[in-house]
């Protein structure tokens, strides 16, 4: 560890500021809630890889959850806010629900199911390109046991079926069980993104807005940009490695004299050695160009310049020692 001060890092929830996709500012939010303004709590459930986190940053306008081809990428739950004139949805992007298979997996396992009983409305997604099975249904009649919560089924990734495709997933999806909709969209395209964020407005109770107009996640900014540095990282590795990647932000402060540059301390943690030497690369080449595509989205989403200071240690076996789990922000 570089023995920095944890307390440095910068705090705040980001907000529409940096982001280039037209997203309000933030500003206190004086919405008079009178006339029916509804505000509350969704959240995405399906299998890894089906889509949720794209789904969600689509829905919201701007990048707040990583999102890589590789399964469980997502490994909190992550809050995104979605502003409209008569709503305030909160989206809460779970990780894929799944058989754990290491204290790591048991510990998503349990905070997907605590979220499930937390929020005004459930979207459960399904890919359209991708044939309905047993994942889907262990999910199906898991929902069924939340009784009063509804649950909107939303058939994901229809730009990559074609239309016959999705009309027999649509009709698939639908005997899973008892849903209040069932929605086809694509996140890529664009098709069908605000229906979806229309449908799980419907479910949410009256009330005053949650979070400030312009605020888009909760998240702390460390620990974003750690989840885009490991995005980042995740990029063209292969097989158990993605699992075993851990990312956390040591420092994170303006460079002294400068208010254009943010200093980003960050420790890149594997299992074993071996993974060391692949994340490396030959003389170092492939950690560079992670701390590169890493620093531009890191710019992107923060709108100012960054140092980043990227550094890789070993943390053996992880996912497995509750210890290391606790040091690397995952609480039992
Ligand atoms: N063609 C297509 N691909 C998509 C769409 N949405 C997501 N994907 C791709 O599907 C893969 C998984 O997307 P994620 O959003 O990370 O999926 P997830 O369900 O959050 O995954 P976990 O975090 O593992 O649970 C990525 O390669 C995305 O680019 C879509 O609408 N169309």
């Given at each position: 560890?570089?023995?920095?001060?944890?307390?440095?890092?910068?705090?705040?929830?980001?907000?529409?500021?940096?982001?280039?996709?037209?997203?309000?500012?933030?500003?206190?939010?004086?919405?008079?809630?009178?006339?029916?303004?509804?505000?509350?709590?969704?959240?995405?459930?399906?299998?890894?890889?089906?889509?949720?986190?794209?789904?969600?940053n689509?829905?919201?306008?701007?990048?707040?959850?990583?999102?890589?081809?590789?399964?469980?990428?997502?490994?909190?739950?992550?809050?995104?806010?979605?502003?409209?004139?008569?709503?305030?949805?909160?989206?809460?992007?779970?990780?894929?629900l799944?058989?754990?298979?290491?204290?790591l997996?048991?510990?998503?396992?349990?905070?997907?199911?605590?979220?499930?009983t937390?929020?005004?409305?459930?979207?459960?997604?399904?890919?359209?390109?991708?044939?309905?099975?047993?994942?889907?249904?262990?999910?199906?009649?898991?929902?069924?046991?939340?009784?009063?919560?509804?649950?909107?089924?939303?058939?994901?990734?229809?730009?990559?079926?074609?239309?016959?495709?999705v009309?027999?997933q649509?009709?698939?999806?639908?005997?899973?069980?008892?849903?209040?909709?069932?929605?086809?969209?694509?996140?890529?395209?664009?098709?069908?993104?605000?229906?979806?964020?229309?449908?799980?407005?419907?479910?949410?109770?009256?009330g005053?807005?949650?979070?400030?107009?312009?605020?888009?996640?909760?998240?702390?900014?460390?620990?974003?940009?750690?989840?885009?540095?490991?995005?980042?990282?995740?990029?063209?590795?292969?097989?158990?490695?993605?699992?075993?990647i851990?990312?956390?932000?040591?420092?994170?402060?303006?460079?002294?004299?400068?208010?254009?540059l943010?200093?980003v301390?960050?420790?890149?943690?594997?299992?074993?050695?071996?993974?060391?030497?692949?994340v490396?690369?030959?003389?170092?080449?492939?950690?560079r160009?992670?701390?590169?595509?890493?620093?531009?989205?890191?710019?992107?989403?923060?709108?100012?310049?960054?140092?980043?200071?990227?550094?890789?240690?070993?943390?053996?076996?992880?996912?497995?020692?509750?210890?290391?789990?606790?040091?690397?922000?995952?609480?039992?």
């Amino acid at each position: 560890m570089t023995g920095r001060a944890r307390g440095a890092r910068r705090d705040r929830p980001v907000t529409g500021v940096g982001d280039n996709q037209g997203v309000t500012s933030p500003q206190t939010t004086t919405r008079d809630t009178a006339g029916g303004f509804r505000s509350g709590f969704a959240c995405f459930i399906g299998r890894p890889n089906v889509g949720k986190s794209t789904l969600m940053n689509a829905l919201v306008g701007t990048k707040v959850a990583i999102t890589s081809s590789r399964p469980q990428t997502t490994r909190r739950a992550i809050r995104g806010i979605v502003h409209r004139p008569d709503a305030q949805l909160i989206v809460v992007d779970t990780p894929g629900l799944h058989k754990p298979r290491t204290l790591l997996g048991e510990r998503l396992d349990s905070l997907v199911r605590s979220t499930l009983t937390e929020v005004d409305a459930i979207g459960f997604c399904v890919p359209a390109d991708e044939k309905v099975g047993p994942g889907d249904r262990f999910i199906a009649r898991e929902l069924e046991g939340l009784k009063g919560t509804p649950v909107v089924a939303i058939v994901t990734k229809t730009d990559a079926a074609d239309r016959r495709e999705v009309a027999e997933q649509l009709m698939r999806v639908e005997q899973l069980g008892d849903f209040a909709d069932i929605v086809p969209v694509s996140a890529v395209d664009g098709f069908q993104v605000g229906l979806v964020g229309d449908l799980l407005i419907s479910h949410l109770p009256e009330g005053m807005p949650l979070y400030p107009e312009g605020d888009l996640t909760d998240e702390p900014e460390h620990v974003l940009v750690a989840e885009l540095i490991r995005e980042a990282a995740l990029e063209g590795v292969r097989d158990e490695l993605p699992h075993s990647i851990a990312v956390v932000v040591d420092e994170m402060q303006p460079r002294e004299g400068r208010d254009d540059l943010v200093e980003v301390y960050a420790h890149l943690f594997v299992e074993r050695p071996s993974q060391k030497a692949i994340v490396i690369g030959a003389k170092g080449s492939r950690l560079r160009e992670v701390g590169t595509a890493a620093r531009r989205q890191i710019e992107a989403l923060l709108g100012v310049k960054i140092y980043l200071d990227l550094r890789i240690s070993v943390a053996k076996d992880w996912q497995r020692d509750p210890k290391q789990l606790r040091r690397l922000g995952f609480d039992g």
